[in-house]
Every structure is written in structure tokens, then in C-alpha cells.
């Protein structure tokens, strides 16, 4: 659909899906409908329903929003990162990760919907294959290494997001958990 918008109706379209955004990171999955976002993003609750019918509709546009600005922010990141050491590399990055925390929690509040939410499931698996992607290649090649450093990456987001504890967002928190793994 979106590709068949007008200019001034992609803008529109980007616009629910920017409102979207605020509404999960201010109130919450639970709270984001098409009433809440027409509010936020300004727009008549028709606008919403028109572009997307169903509340699944509007949540899968987000996550893919989210998933495919979080591949290229990924990568542009690890394409201009400085770092050498594979561990210090993935540590400045999940410290990078945690630096826009209002992003992060949006994401994994749509990621973790997936759970009871199957239309959000395909996509958020393709989040957890990407990350793995993505730190296959930059970080190591090792197939079980990556995906241990997949999971530890979800745990330390979840975690943090769940008990505010900022310790999962600390450089020396997390470097001995990537530097064990990577020495495996």
C-alpha cells in the first residue's frame, strides 16, 4: 500500500506511524489504538482507520518501521564504529542501544507483544534473525556465538526496560558478558 501513496499521503502515513511511537513509549501497547493515535498524530480517527484497518494493521507497520530503521542504524553504527575488539565493539553498541531509550522501549514493546499478537510474530523473529545477522557480521562468525550474544543482547534490553536497573546499560556490566562468550 504504501508504495502506491501520493507524497502528501506517504507524509500522512509516516505521520500515524510517528504517533504510534509516542503513544507506546508514553502509555504503552496496551493504551495504542486508532483513537490515541489519531489524537497524538493530530488527524481525524477516519485518517487512521484509512490507512490501516486493524489495530494488528497499524502495530505491524510500526514494527516494521522500527525493524528496518534499526538495520540501518545498525549498521551505519558498525560501519563507523572505531573499535577493534570484537567485545569492546558489541559493548559500545549496546551502550549506543541504550542511549535512545525511548526508541528502545518502543521496540521492545512491540517486539514482546509478538508473544500474543501472531500477525507481530513473523516480523519479530525477523528482528532476532537480523540482530543475529548483523552481529555475524561484525562481530564473530561463529553461528552458536552469535546467537548466544542475540539472547544476551534481548536480556539486557528486557531486563533493563522491565526493572529500570541501569546497570544492564553500564560498559563494565557488560563487556565481561560479551568478552565470555566471544572467549568460548
Avoid at 79 to 100: G, K, R
Avoid at 152 to 174: M, P, R, W
Wanted: glycine share 2%; aromatic share 14%.
Amino acid at each position: 500500500m504504501y508504495e502506491e501513496l501520493s507524497p502528501k499521503g506517504k507524509a500522512k502515513y509516516n505521520q500515524i506511524l510517528d504517533a504510534v511511537q509516542i503513544v507506546i513509549c508514553r502509555d504503552g501497547i496496551y493504551e495504542c489504538n486508532h483513537r490515541a493515535v489519531a489524537s497524538e498524530a493530530g488527524v481525524p480517527l477516519g485518517t487512521t482507520t484509512y490507512y490501516f484497518k486493524t489495530l494488528d494493521d497499524m502495530l505491524s507497520a510500526a514494527l516494521e518501521k522500527y525493524f528496518n530503521n534499526f538495520i540501518e542504524l545498525s549498521h551505519n553504527w558498525f560501519q563507523e564504529s572505531l573499535f577493534e575488539d570484537p567485545a569492546e565493539n558489541l559493548t559500545e553498541f549496546i551502550s549506543w542501544t541504550f542511549a535512545d531509550y525511548s526508541r528502545l522501549k518502543s521496540e521492545y514493546e512491540l517486539y514482546v507483544a509478538a508473544i500474543s499478537r501472531p500477525s507481530l510474530r513473523p516480523l519479530a523473529v525477523n528482528w532476532m534473525q537480523a540482530t543475529k545477522d548483523i552481529i555475524s557480521q561484525y562481530i564473530t562468525n561463529d553461528e552458536s556465538k552469535a546467537k548466544a550474544l542475540t539472547a544476551v543482547l534481548d536480556a539486557f534490553f528486557l531486563q533493563s526496560l522491565l526493572t529500570g536497573d541501569s546497570n544492564f546499560s553500564k560498559k563494565e556490566y557488560i563487556r565481561p558478558f560479551i568478552s565470555k562468550i566471544l572467549s568460548d
